[in-house]
């Protein structure tokens, strides 16, 4: 599975930005999909996940009523709905992706990696 992240930036607090990641090499709707980040000098963190039937979201506390995370499989795209964004937001995003598995917020779970993109939210 190869997966590609888009969508990252330079916003200013409050702003919105979509992230999405692209899979390829295998039948998508199979996959539960999630979004980690990593700040400078911070471990890498559970943002968001999907279970491959869609109606499973699990958040981070964090980001809850804040972000959305959706998929459509049609497109084979995963996608990360990021509002009311704060300074701390800033990080690198990634998705990740691991068949069948539902509701996973281990990094170590996830079987698949894109490479990133980043977020930057200034004050």
């Known amino acids: 599975v190869q997966l590609q992240a888009s969508g990252g930036g330079l916003v200013q607090a409050g702003d919105s930005l979509r992230l999405s990641c692209a899979a390829s090499g295998r039948t998508f709707s199979s996959l539960s999909m999630g979004w980690f980040r990593q700040a400078p000098g911070k471990e890498r963190e559970f943002v968001a996940s999907?279970?491959?039937?869609?109606?499973?979201?699990y958040y981070a506390e964090f980001v809850k009523g804040r972000f959305t995370i959706s998929r459509d499989n049609a497109k084979n795209t995963v996608y990360l709905q990021m509002n009311s964004l704060k300074p701390e937001d800033t990080a690198v995003y990634y998705c990740?992706?691991?068949?069948?598995?539902?509701?996973?917020?281990?990094?170590?779970?996830?079987?698949?990696w894109g490479q990133g993109t980043l977020v930057t939210v200034s004050r």
């Open positions: 999907i279970g491959w039937s869609t109606s499973s979201t």
């Open positions: 990740a992706a691991v068949p069948w598995m539902v509701g996973e917020t281990s990094a170590t779970k996830y079987d698949y």
